[in-house]
């Protein structure tokens, strides 16, 4: 059983900048993606950005540019540094970490609130 642990979410300016940590119980080396997902009240749950093993990187087209996922695998923690935040940017943010088998395995942490507003 993998736990992830978010945490780092909070209250900031827009424009401003936030970096969230994804803590796992076991060896991130072992989940092949790791991700991080966002909520917002009254929306459907969205890909925000994934890294796999390998340090490869894709994000949504809505915070390309803005915002930079990473994996540290001697802490196993991955990160999502925020930057030029934007109200629409408000969310619950989760992590999310899959392992590629004989099918497809999910574990999700609890999420972060990041709240954006003057």
């Known amino acids: 059983q993998v736990q992830l642990v978010e945490s780092g979410g909070g209250l900031v300016q827009p424009g401003g900048s936030l970096r969230l940590s994804c803590a796992a119980s076991g060896s991130i080396f072992s989940l092949h993606l790791m991700g991080w997902y966002r909520q917002a009240p009254g929306k459907q749950r969205e890909l925000v950005a994934f890294i796999g093993r390998d340090g490869s990187t894709n994000y949504a087209d809505s915070v390309k540019g803005r915002f930079t996922i990473s994996r540290d695998n001697a802490k196993n923690t991955v990160y999502l540094q925020m930057n030029s935040l934007k109200p629409e940017d408000t969310a619950v943010y989760y992590c999310?970490?899959?392992?590629?088998?004989?099918?497809?395995?999910?574990?999700w942490g609890q999420g972060t609130q990041v709240t954006v507003s003057s």
């Open positions: 999310n970490g899959r392992v590629l088998g004989l099918g497809v395995n999910d574990y």
